[in-house]
């Protein structure tokens, strides 16, 4: 039985194709089709690698990008009525970015509105542990984001050429991710503490990709690793924020394949 993994960050397909829009500066009512359905296309596909439950729920909007496509590549008929405007088969996706942007903004105002409440209004210390993974899921910020490791993954998967091979002995294995961020960690210490993304994952057994990028995930997390980015486009850095490993940190899931 396939074992299905849930990785917190991912907000959903309009939320991947507006961030490849803003990623590639790209202006929202003139979408190029052919490059956003690729890219979009390379996200997927690292999903589907690293068997992510959110994979499916993005099938949809690549099934609409790759019908645009084919919509945009039809040629155009004469009309002789001018009066007659032609619609742009891009316009309702167009306006669902639009929408979407729109929530986006005012969330995050109202978040910097909360959060400047707390500071004016505060109220006696209470017990926030139980939130405290709430809190610490928000990893990401403007400049990094889950969609950019993503887009890392699959390029480094591109570069090591790994294929699935077509006959294949099918053995059960357990890859405990608490092991595996150790590892990881271990490796960044050897590597004074910080690494480009790819040189993390220095095998080619599917599982062990897996696991290694579910680690990265976690140790960001639990705060004892950070993920850098120059510039777009640029390769992500890895740095190490703990200098010692702690036997108290505990990762939430096993991968099992």
Do not use: C
Not at 69 to 75: F, I
Not at 86 to 111: G, N, S
Not at 127 to 146: P, R
């Amino acid at each position: 039985m396939a074992y299905e993994v849930n990785v917190e960050g991912f907000s959903g397909p309009l939320d991947l194709l507006l961030h490849l829009i803003q990623r590639y500066e790209i202006d929202i009512y003139d979408i190029p089709v052919a490059e956003i359905t690729a890219q979009y296309m390379a996200h997927i596909h690292a999903m589907q690698v690293l068997e992510l439950d959110e994979a499916s729920e993005y099938l949809v909007m690549a099934a609409t990008l790759l019908a645009l496509k084919s919509r945009m590549l039809l040629p155009m008929h004469d009309i002789e009525d001018d009066t007659i405007e032609e619609v742009d088969p891009r316009d309702e996706l167009v306006q669902q970015l639009i929408q979407y942007k729109r929530y986006k903004q005012v969330a995050k105002r109202l978040e910097t509105q909360r959060d400047y409440a707390i500071l004016q209004y505060p109220r006696p210390a209470t017990d926030l542990s139980f939130y405290m993974k709430e809190e610490q899921l928000a990893l990401f910020d403007m400049d990094v984001t889950v969609y950019d490791m993503l887009a890392a993954f699959e390029k480094m998967l591109q570069r090591k050429k790994w294929q699935q091979p077509l006959t294949t002995r099918v053995a059960r294995q357990e890859i405990a991710i608490k092991d595996q961020m150790r590892t990881v960690f271990t490796l960044l210490k050897k590597m004074n503490g910080q690494a480009d993304f790819t040189d993390l994952f220095d095998h080619r057994n599917k599982s062990a990709l897996i696991a290694t990028f579910l680690s990265v995930l976690e140790l960001m997390r639990q705060q004892m690793i950070r993920i850098e980015q120059q510039q777009n486009f640029e390769a992500l850095t890895v740095i190490l924020v703990q200098e010692e490993w702690q036997d108290g940190y505990t990762a939430e899931l096993d991968y099992q394949d």
